[in-house]
């Protein structure tokens, strides 16, 4: 559905992306993660055809997305970040015409706006101007208008920025029906949404695939930098005592009364929780909690792009 | 071909929703239908060879004040996307480039043919009060007025739509476009009237460049085809470069 070959974009001196390759196949719902400035929108433009890469090539349903730009642009539905949408139109005008610019027949034109209105859940502001609509609103006129010549492949740049919780669910909800009959390749920073709607994630950091799997193996394979959590009436010494554990990195501790609640950071894959029970019993410490977190997406995230990786 | 429709009925809308149409629409009509009036009471009390209708056209106000509405309607044509982002949805729609810079100048063309058009209502009406006397010289002259007056809408439309494809802010590109145009018109203007040039060789450019001169010459019903070629070589000529520039400003968006 799509490939990326070798993909690079310089703004003058910086590099925004650096020869980055993948494909997403038919059907899959992909999640590009990655912090603010990693890349995403960039890439995305350039998936696009908007903006044009300094070396590489892009192809969209086998046609290349410069050569054959029309063909290629005919199948994607794009969603820009921010939505950007022409205040003065009314929401079943704007439709009307940009089902029309993206060439779907005048006989047909009714029948695919009235379908993307209720699809999109717009039904009921069809005749309000876009300029008056409330964020949630304009997301999902934005969606509606990527829709509307139901094609193929969508491409969603941070289609849920910006929204409140109930919105964000609303528009997550409808990417997930969407995802039925399509391919789509979503960019966020949102972790819980790509754990949710995504069946693969590329994390994309300056301008480098840093990973490219499901969320739960990416979970599995980076138990990245784990906690443990222990809470317990400990001498003064606890803290050195538990920083000695070959395993452990740093600790941290909170007194409450007589308890200590102490925060363990943890290498890679270590399970220290053995170690920490015996020298409890050791030093007949009171335990009252012990726990190991289990590592989250964001653990993987933060990982895999941060500054000195 | 349906595309370049649908983009230049969409590039009217565009120009039908903003209260500067309406504004330009008045200025316009008002200040035509001032002068008519006033050359018709100048011409009913000292007649003279010269028609209604090439004074209404032909004089030196009328041609500023088209200066600065065209320059009005267009300095959002482009600025206003690239502000809004708008381009980016415009664009990564099947629509080729020239399609959008095409779509953009002949809706404004049509906006000032709607705009436009209600002046004919003023030589109907002389020519009903006026007992059958012409307001031109025959209904030639009015084809040819009119369509001089066309090309130089079509000319001042794609300097301001070059100018709004230059520009980021829209007003900068109004004043750029506007002082572009005042200076195309001023300085034959100048040499003509204002320096009395009478080198013929200054002239005959002065004649050559100036659409007041133009003008005057069209509403007298004389279609000169170097005025043709002129006006459609130098809209083409700016069209072309604005679709470069808009071309370039797009990649470093």
Redesign the interface.
Known sequence: MIRVQQLTKKYGSITAVKGISFEVAKGEIVGFLGPNGAGKSTTM?ML?????PTTGRVSILGFDVFDQS?EA??H?G?L?E?T??????KVGEYLR??A????VPGSKLTERVGDVLELCQVKDREKQLIGSLSKGYRQRVGLA?ALVHDPALLILDEPTIGLDPNQIRTVRELIKNLAEKRTVLISTHILPEVEMMCSRVIVIHRGEIRATDTAENLRKNHRAVGELILEAKAGPDAAEALRAIPSVKDVTSVQDGEWTTFTLRLDAKAEPGAEVMRIATERKWEVREIHQKRAMLEDVFAELTTADH | MRTFFVQTMREVRGIFYTPVAYVVMALLLALLGYTFQAVVSYLNKSPSDVTVLQVTFGNGLFFFIFAITTSLITMRTFSEEFRMGTIEMLTTAPVKEWQIVLAKFFGTVIFYAVALSPTLIFFAIFTYISNGHPAAKGPGAFYSAYLMLLLIAMLFIAIGNLASSLVKDQVNAAVLSISVKIIYLWVPMMLEELLNVTDPRVRKAAEFVSPIMHMRDFSSGIVDSRRLVWYLSLTAFFLILTHHIFHSRKLKS
Do not use: H, I, S, V
């Open positions: 433009k696009t055809g908007f903006l044009p029309l642009r005919r994607l794009y820009p921010n950007p949408l022409y205040p003065e139109m015409y940009r029309a610019l993206k060439g208008d």
